[in-house]
């Protein structure tokens, strides 16, 4: 079957440091995967996205990797602030549909 | 940037009534919507992809006749939880595809309804 798993369901770290998200999946083979942000109970917000064949991809203190030989993402916030601090999400697209996994909440300390 | 609106945002209900939802795509126009349901500290989990001027796609296990899509425009998407019961209390949230980006990717959410059946 398909899945989807995002490491952790919580990470805490000290402000300034380097927040890591891992997104592992399986049985899916994806066009692209996005990361969202979501805060409580708000919808999620589009952060970035990284298609198949782009190894890296970044926006101002994000990077994303994506390894599809070891079917995962990596999601990197650097110089972490108080106002990271939210639910990310990982979402894989499968015949223009997504498919989200169940998030990893990070709440950075000041 | 595009924007969604959902409305309402939250709804407190009785058991056996039904609660229309509105999604609205405010400076775009959307042909695909996709509702989805989260439950609290799980992931969002699609319900059915909805094409403008056609009948909604619903995922494995999803009722169709429980939950009613209708997506008559470029700019409006509804959904309808009928004859609601306690276990349909959840997070509903729309998303939506601007015209032209199928293969962008990128999905412009709403804010979310909170739907409580008492």
């Known amino acids: 079957s398909q899945k989807i798993e995002q490491n952790s369901e919580a990470l805490n770290i000290q402000e300034g440091k380097t927040a890591t998200l891992t997104c592992n999946y399986t049985?899916?083979?994806?066009?692209?995967l996005q990361w969202y942000r979501q805060d409580p109970g708000r919808g999620p917000v589009f952060l970035l996205l990284i298609r198949e064949n782009e190894k890296e991809k970044r926006k101002e203190r994000l990077k994303v990797t994506f390894d599809t030989t070891l079917k995962q993402s990596l999601f990197h916030i650097t110089a972490s602030q108080p106002a990271d601090s939210a639910t990310y999400l990982c979402?894989?697209?499968?015949?223009?549909?997504?498919?989200f996994g169940a998030g990893t909440t990070v709440t950075v300390r000041a | 940037g595009a924007v969604v609106s959902q409305h309402p945002s939250w709804v407190i209900c009785k058991s056996g009534t039904s609660v229309k939802i509105e999604c609205r795509s405010l400076?775009?126009?959307?042909?695909?919507m996709f509702w989805y349901r989260q439950f609290p500290k799980q992931s969002l989990m699609l319900m059915a992809t909805?094409?403008?001027?056609?009948?909604?796609?619903?995922e494995q296990g999803v009722e169709k006749d429980k939950f009613l899509i209708n997506h008559a425009s470029l700019t409006l998407s509804t959904l309808t939880v009928t004859s609601a019961h306690p276990e349909d209390s959840s997070f509903y949230i729309c998303s939506a595809r601007a015209k032209g980006q199928i293969n962008t990717g990128e999905l412009f959410f709403g804010e979310g309804s909170r739907l409580t059946v008492l």
């Open positions: 979402a894989l697209a499968n015949d223009y549909k997504l498919s």
């Open positions: 049985n899916y083979s994806p066009a692209y």
């Open positions: 400076d775009f126009q959307a042909t695909t």
């Open positions: 909805s094409n403008e001027g056609s009948k909604a796609t619903y």
